[in-house]
């Protein structure tokens, strides 16, 4: 029965892209999600409402581009997916939504630095914009969100949104919440210019803790 392969993760899939929406990170059909799987990624579809997709409507498409399963067209931004994923081999899942904040913060062009330590533990890095590409040209925005996305969780795409990653779909929604949240810090306190960056050495430090100590009793100092 190959429309039930991955079914709890599709589900689980509907639910995170409801919550999305209903957190005002998801307008309409204006985001996206998809999760690594063995034969490459389950993306949401092209032009479906998250209200009344259901998980056959899932679209399977390999690390190469090609659609393996599902009867849908895939996300427009698919591309912007797959070359994450092909890049980044621990991004087991991606959120690509346009969470207000974030996005306001990718529309002055700026970078969100690393000034509040749950962003260094789940994003581990300064978070850069890209370039400006319009919104139509989907193979050209992956292609700079590619070039801007280094070992960080997260980037932000010029005038458009934000592109955020997890070992899971999970920890990909905490990304996303978390760059909100440091994006809405960082206006209410005037902007980049008024804010100070954590550190270099204990950006990785903290990263390394939520990676490898976190919960655990190494992790009692
Ligand atoms: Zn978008």
């Not at 998801?26 to 034969?39: H, L």
């Not at 980044?88 to 959120?95: F, S």
């Not at 319009?134 to 590619?146: L, S, T, Y």
């Amino acid at each position: 029965m190959p429309e039930d392969t991955h079914h709890s993760l599709k589900v689980e899939m509907i639910e995170k892209c409801r919550l999305l929406e209903k957190m005002g990170y998801f307008i309409g059909t204006w985001g996206n999600v998809s999760v690594r799987v063995p034969e490459g990624f389950i993306v949401t579809p092209s032009r479906i409402a998250y209200s009344v997709i259901d998980p056959s409507d899932f679209v399977t498409v390999s690390l190469e581009g090609t659609v393996v399963a599902g009867h849908r067209l895939p996300s427009s931004e698919t591309e912007i997916h797959r070359v994450v994923l092909a890049r980044k081999g621990n991004t087991g899942a991606i959120i690509h939504s346009h969470s207000p904040y974030a996005t306001a913060v990718a529309c002055l062009h700026q970078n969100v630095p690393v000034f509040v330590e749950d962003m260094a533990q789940i994003i581990g890095g300064e978070v850069h914009c890209t370039r400006y590409v319009p919104a139509g040209q989907h193979r050209k925005i992956a292609e700079e969100v590619g070039k801007t996305i280094g070992e960080e969780n997260a980037v932000l795409l010029a005038n458009h949104g934000v592109l955020c990653c997890g070992r899971n779909l999970e920890e990909a929604l905490v990304a996303n919440q978390i760059l909100e949240k440091a994006a809405l810090m960082m206006m209410a306190a005037g902007g980049r210019g008024k804010v100070i960056p954590i550190p270099e050495e204990f950006v990785t430090s903290e990263r390394n803790r939520f990676l490898y100590k976190y919960g655990t009793a190494k992790d009692a100092s």
